[in-house]
């Protein structure tokens, strides 16, 4: 048997690290498929019993509907003008002898003829990441919103709104030059999605959830704030546990390999900024209301995840505990700020969790970037800097990020939704939610009335009254 040669190791040891690139993007998108598990026992378990089914099959729809959106259309207009193995096309301008981009134009409806092992990674890693963006609007908008129009909404998110700006940060877009192009830092920098998942998600909840107006019966006449309590904390908490383990798919998964060695730093500071927003929250609950939150510790938690996804791989893991502790308080005083005062009823805070959180953590690169990674991110050479390491350009481009984000994400959350209501109707009628959407919209219940299948009395008058009422209560359902 002859011996190996120099080219012949070499081109095994890159296969073998394409390899094992390749599973580690897979293996993290499939991880990220969790979050949806999660988010469907946390919005359910925030709303009313009476619209349980109806909830969750929002969630269930949100994943389905989006990634094909994402396949046919907004995978292409995300990365269509940077992902090796496309043709790479994108709309661009220049401005002062830059150009920069504005969306991918290839890559619509993958094919075989275009695909790679590569491509395909990057697709599902992609494709899980937008369907979060979408799933966010559900609960923020439950209990009703009708499903026909949230399929419609949820398309135009995974098409063309969601695409659009996470082009502009992770496909190569303008807001991702910043830094090569006028100097702002290393340009947007977002390594696991505050502001291209989170923040986009929750700004579309928040549009979403004031054109649809709020619950009935959550503001009296005087304009008071009336409470309507979740039906089921186990299940919130469950959920929310769900949601921190899938979180660390997209994370970790954001690094460009398994053997990249940021990898465990980007564990650890999501794991500790979770950590201190949930006990962050418990303590601001306490002091604020007298007793611990249940509901928004599980908030301050994931908004601490939320917090440190921008940064996760540029910053300390003391300061990862900051930026989760601070982002636990922004979402818990951003929600009550948003119910109270802009009078948007938000059953599950998700406004205030990811929007807020997300633009927070957007913010928190821009300050504690510690300058000891990131050399050469988005074509920038050395690390990443934040303003506590010396350079406010890093910062700088934070904000721009921030006020693209709000100047695309809302008029076209709005003018989208606007389309569905002519289209569909947004809102359900009054009597089906005083009376629960899961069999107006469903035909069925969220739990079972075990009362009406309990064994019947054999005879009697009894027996003929419990066949009559469990026959009408069948029919009428």
Known sequence: M????????????????????LAWTLAAGFLVVLIQAGFALVDTGLVRAKNAAHTVTMGFLAYAVSILGFWAIGFGLQMGGSTGGLSSHEWTITLGGHAYGLMGLSGFFVSPGLLSSAVASIFVLRAVSMSIATTIPAGATAERWKLSAFVLFSMAIATVIYPIYANWVWGGGWLSALGRNLGLGHGQVDFAGSSVVHMTGGVIALVAAKMLGPRLGKYTLRGEVRPIPAHNMPMVVLGTFILAFGWF??????????ADVRIALVAMNTMLSSAAGGFSAYVHTRLRFGKPDVSMMCNGLLAGIVGVGAGCAFVSPGASVLIGAIASVIAIEGALFIERKLRIDDP???????????AWGLLAVGIFANGRSGDGWNGVDGPVRGLLAGSGGQLAASLVGIVANLLWVIPASAFALWCVGRIVGNRVGSDDEIAGLDVPELGMTGYVNEAIYASPPRSGE????????GQAAATKG
């Open 2 to 21: 002859d011996s190996p040669t120099l080219d012949g190791l070499v081109r095994q040891t890159l296969d073998a690290r394409t390899a094992l690139t």
């Open 249 to 258: 798919g997209l994370s970790a998964g954001s690094a460009p390999a398994g």
């Open 348 to 358: 599950v805070g998700a406004g205030a969790v990811h929007g807020l959180g997300g």
């Open 462 to 469: 009894a027996g003929r009254a419990w066949k009559s009422s």
